[in-house]
């Protein structure tokens, strides 16, 4: 019995040896047979889109957003390179799904400063149409801490408030995990990281569940992917260069 015990694990040390699977590890280290990853040329100058992202948005058209309310035409306005929400026209979402993702996204609240807390330049980006990143004018504009600029709205302030003066542009630079579902239970929440004009403002956040108004966040299980929404808060939010790469999980050994 011991001989045979003895035997199964050489078998699994020698295949653990020949695959480059050991201690948790698919490839060994400096292993000539790991394949090389894809070649990928970058933008020119900060926040210009990669070689393999998909343009959503490039300032010329609305082709790759619909309505969120009923998925007839996305009638936000659209003129001098980029897109304004036009009020009580709701949300706005793409036509295509995503799920894990590196999205940089765009932004302008009003020139002229209308409203204060919530009410001035609201809007919100939301990844998988359900964890959103907040939109605001939140420069020398008072409101609750995680409902500023930069914050994981509900769930979590921002770690600096780097929020530019109203009119300016700004930037969201967002590597986001989807979350895991085994049937209804959720196994790996979502995470996220933001930088805000270069900065980080949200670091590995675990996201508690979906978005959601003076209450809590909680999960409900859904598809692996599913579009990137902008909301309609009744501000003239102005978005451009929105970008978006697809992100596969890593791949491990599983012994």
Sequence with gaps: MKVKLLLTALCFTLLAAATGCESGHRWGVHDMERPLPEVVAAGKYAGQAPSDAIVLFNGKDLSEWESAKDGGRANWKVEDGYMEVVKETGAI??????????????WATPAKVSGKSQDSGNS??????????????????????????????????????VCRAPGEWQSYDIIFRRPSFKGSKVVKPARITVLQNGVLVQDGFEIEGATAWKKRAKYEAHAAKLPLLLQDHGSPVRYRNIWIRELQQPEICNK
């Design 93 to 106: 979402r793409t036509k295509r799904a995503f799920g894990s993702c590196q999205l940089h996204v765009e």
């Design 124 to 161: 919100g980006v939301f990844l998988m149409s359900k964890y959103e990143v907040q939109v605001l004018n939140t420069y020398k504009n008072r409101t609750y801490a995680d409902g500023m600029a930069g914050a994981m709205y509900g769930q979590s302030p921002p770690l600096v408030n």
